[in-house]
């Protein structure tokens, strides 16, 4: 019982780091409208994967079916996946390594999303057992 709690605020925690962290803590560089760069679009898309991770965390925390808890947890590990994919494969950032988005907020986006994944798998694999 109260592992679903600490599994459902980590998740919480994660979600809400990937969805502001890349506006507030750990920011890309500034939007230009005139050439609005690739890590303003990743930050956008990772507000969207974070959204749902938090949102994940809530719902595993108020859920107490075991096998819906499972799927959140599933869900969860693939947000992760999501969150590590964004900036390296499907969008990326600047090419400059001196940007804030290549040194802060990509590995911030990297720590997050491997926490997701473990703390997603840990919970799957205590559910599943």
Request: hydrophobic share 55%; with cysteine.
């Amino acid at each position: 019982m109260k592992n679903k709690y600490v599994i459902g605020i980590a998740l919480v925690l994660l979600g809400a780091l990937i969805a502001f962290g890349p506006q507030s803590i750990f920011s890309v560089c500034e939007f230009n409208p005139e050439k609005a760069m690739k890590c303003h679009w990743m930050a956008k898309a990772e507000m969207g994967v974070g959204l749902v991770i938090l949102a994940e965390g809530v719902l595993s925390m108020i859920l107490s079916d075991e096998k819906t808890r499972l799927g959140f947890s599933l869900a969860a590990m693939l947000m992760g996946i999501l969150t590590l994919a964004l900036p390296y494969v499907l969008i990326g950032v600047c090419k400059n390594p001196h940007m804030a988005c290549v040194a802060l907020t990509r590995p911030a986006l990297t720590i997050c999303g491997i926490a997701v994944i473990l703390v997603s798998g840990l919970s799957a694999f205590s559910l599943k057992k």
